[in-house]
């Protein structure tokens, strides 16, 4: 299995002024606060998601990858009410479902977030991190762990991409590791 970190936040995303659009840089800014806030908020995104986006006049076009193809159209949906949206191109990579790869997810999850260097970056502290009976039967990408992770876990046919932040290089180290 090979781990590759690319360092990444859902974070303003990227402004490109349009020369023909009647969106200024101040309301570029603020449709872009409230994008990322939207798709913070959605109950599909998480552990297992990166969504980004770029703001280009009146147009938001969302990129990532989501685990769950429930996520693509969530996103697309609240994008589209946020004011001075007009379109929305929804870019998102839906992920293969996998038992191999929802098993990585796991794996890779309990060996980041139960490392106890890195535990303190679980939102779950004092949860068990053993699969419930829900992820058992389910799988953890259907059911994966609650709560805002600085390092999403993205797992495509066997690969593995660590997106995030950590604070220290020997964060970021402990977690390829």
Sequence with gaps: MKV??????????SL???????????????????????????????VFDSIRFSIQGDTVVLRGQASRPLLKSSAENVVKRVEGVSQVKNEIEVLPLSPNDDGIRLRTYVAIYGHPMLARFNPNRGTPLFMSRMQTMTGITNNPPPGNHP????VKNG????????PTAADRTVAEL
Excluded: K
């Design 151 to 154: 390092v999403h876990i993205i």
């Design 16 to 46: 490109v002024p349009a020369q023909t659009s009647s969106v200024n840089e101040q309301q570029a800014v603020r449709m872009a606060r409230q994008v990322q806030r939207e798709v913070l908020m959605l109950p599909e995104y998480g």
């Design 4 to 13: 590759q970190w690319l360092l990444i936040a859902l974070t303003l995303g």
């Design 159 to 166: 690969q593995v991409t660590l997106e995030g932040v950590l």
